[in-house]
């Protein structure tokens, strides 16, 4: 069976809207506003593209990366070469710039789980991340935690009513410019 690892730029408040400038929200961009670009802090960013064997999304992170990270060949490398999946409802056809197989279900995801290989891993995918985590599907969390808070804007977690998902940390680090990453395993 594959782990399956969900990654994602997050605020201290959990808000992952728009980390990179999407259009829309009120504060997009704000990964890179008031806060010093150092290297290290993305380290575990680079080292999921080494460790994932698959690129799992939603279509709304899929339809904003498809037209520009298959042009980014230094900087995403590993996940311009690994396959890719897309789970969406509405999506009729992938996109020839950056294919992918298109999934229609949190069952098809689980069945993709089932097979062997390196972990899949979810980028972005705000309200996919959500509905895998509320399947119990997620094993893995990767976050990068900037030191802000953004009040409204997606956010990680759902408010879903259910029991406690209980975490065990993994990795932790802060680095000198505030930003954390934090890896945490989800306990079963």
Known sequence: MRKLIVTAFVSVDGVMEAPGGEAGYRNTGWTFKDIEFLPEAYALKTREQ?????????????????????????????????????????LR?????????????????????ETEGDPIIVHGSARLGQSLADAGLV?????????????????????????ATILSLVENET???GIQSQVFDVVR
């Open 175 to 177: 680095h000198a410019n």
């Open 50 to 90: 080494d460790e994932a064997g698959a690129l799992l999304m939603g279509r709304v992170s899929y339809e904003a990366f498809a037209p520009v990270w298959p042009g980014m060949v230094e900087e995403f490398a590993g996940y311009n070469a690994m396959p890719r999946y897309v789970v969406s409802t509405t």
């Open 139 to 163: 094993d893995r969390y990767h976050l990068t935690v900037f030191p802000k808070l953004l009040g409204a804007g997606r956010r990680l977690f759902s408010g879903a009513d259910k029991d």
């Open 93 to 113: 056809e992938q996109d020839e710039r950056w294919p992918a197989t298109i999934l229609r279900s949190i069952d098809d995801v689980a069945a993709l789980k």
